[in-house]
């Protein structure tokens, strides 16, 4: 394939840039929730709330310990389905 680490630049920019979208995603999907449950449109403290509980629900997973933490959690699911 001509241009071999070029197209390898590309596909990884292509998926950096498809996971930060689907983190928009997520984070305007639930704050769309909360405006309609609690009926106060106050975007930005919803926003900041989302993204720093997200933050401190991942730090776990980036640990040392991140893989029990994982297959812990996978398991526990496991059982509730």
């Not at 950096?16 to 704050?31: H, Q, T």
């Amino acid at each position: 394939m001509p241009w071999a680490p070029l197209w390898g630049v590309l596909f990884f920019a292509m998926l950096l840039v498809l996971g930060i979208d689907s983190a928009f995603a997520v984070i305007e999907a639930n704050i769309a929730g909360f405006e309609e449950l609690t009926h106060k449109p106050n975007r930005e403290k919803w926003a900041k709330w989302l993204c720093i509980m997200g933050f401190i629900g991942g730090l776990p997973f980036v640990t040392r310990s991140g893989y029990s933490v994982g297959h812990c959690r996978s398991m526990w699911r496991g059982v509730l389905s």
